[in-house]
């Protein structure tokens, strides 16, 4: 007889990066993986190159500096805040801590992927609620909510479809959960939200008892290579997942290329500004070529081509160009590619593509 693993373990199917090589084509340009668009800091590049003296050291396993740099840049308690490999990590340990077989996990339709398979990996039963034009919906997820959910994920802005949850909606949500239902704010696209109502999930973290808030150092600070994730969330919840972590969950240089990244002057601000301008110019562009493009508060652009048989034919036509997105046919929208802002020439490469594709 073969050993076998839980059942659940066999319904997940194994999570699919962004490519970043298409056969055949000599020069790539990848816009398939939210990556920021100018890569790491400089002074986080430097920091990882200087922690390669050290790394025959076991790292500090309570990221005590980074925690410490991480609430001056944000205004947070360090002790309330997590580090780990990736945002990733932080999701998964906080499924396997609160949910786990016979109880359910609620999410959006086509929210971000992994709450989906990590829940099922845990033996949750995931209940993915419909959308209103691609953004969450309430009053669909309040219920969705039965006597075994133990768990609501909402990443906000999401990804993939850009949609962003006005605050008062996300109060709602909080206030309409049972008081043993833990919220996840998964906010990994903050730093690019410029609507000045918009909070990423502090100001409920600090508000109630029950409420995470999970970011990432992989979007605008540029270090998806380093795997780098941190949370925000109440005392005891800190101390359960100081519990289930590893003893050196995050690694030296990913510690020291997190505390120089936020400490770098003007890298937001900059990255910031050229995300604003060249998603509107993107989004403004395929919509003069007739395309739709739904609105996003993140650093890339759902664009829907109507139906998947024609997504399927612009990803080629951009692939054969060296373009690399995203296409979303394990998202459930298989009408739609998903574009990150990349460079200036990056976006205007797209762009002509596309608009050349839309145009015959």
Known sequence: MTVMPRPSILSVEPYMGGESKVPGVNRIIKLSSNEGAFGPPPAAIAAIAAA?????????????????????????????????????????????????????????????????????????????????????????MLAAIGPRTRMVFLA???????????????????????????LVLDAAYAEYVTRPDYDAGAKLVDATRNTVMCRTFSKIFGLGGMRLGWCYAPAPIVDVLGRV??????????????????????????????????????????????????????????????????????????????LIVRAMGGYGLGQCLRVTIGTAEECTLVTEALTAFARG
């Open 156 to 182: 906000n802005p999401n990804n993939p479809t850009g949609s962003l949850l006005p605050q008062a909606e996300v109060e709602r949500l909080r206030a309409g959960l049972r008081d043993d239902i833990l």
């Open 52 to 140: 390669g003296r050290e790394a025959h050291r076991y790292p500090d396993g309570g990221a005590v500096a980074l925690r410490e740099a991480i609430g001056a840049r944000f205004g947070l308690d360090p002790a309330r805040i997590v580090c780990g490999n990736g945002s990733d990590e932080l999701l998964a340990m906080l499924i396997l801590a609160y949910g786990g077989e016979g109880t359910e996990l609620v999410m959006s339709a086509h929210g971000f992927m992994m709450y989906d398979l990590t829940g099922r990996w845990a033996g949750c039963r995931v209940i993915k609620v419909p959308e209103r034009n691609l953004a969450a919906d309430v009053d669909g």
């Open 245 to 322: 972590r590893g003893p050196f969950n995050v690694n030296g240089a990913a510690m020291a290329a997190g505390i120089a990244a936020v400490a770098e002057p003007g890298w937001v601000e900059a990255s910031v500004a050229h995300n604003t301008e060249w998603r509107a110019r993107v989004a403004a562009a395929l919509e003069a070529a007739g395309l739709k493009v739904w609105p996003s508060e993140g650093n890339f652009l759902l664009v829907d081509f109507g139906d998947a048989a024609r997504a399927r034919a612009a990803d080629a036509h951009l692939r054969a160009r060296g």
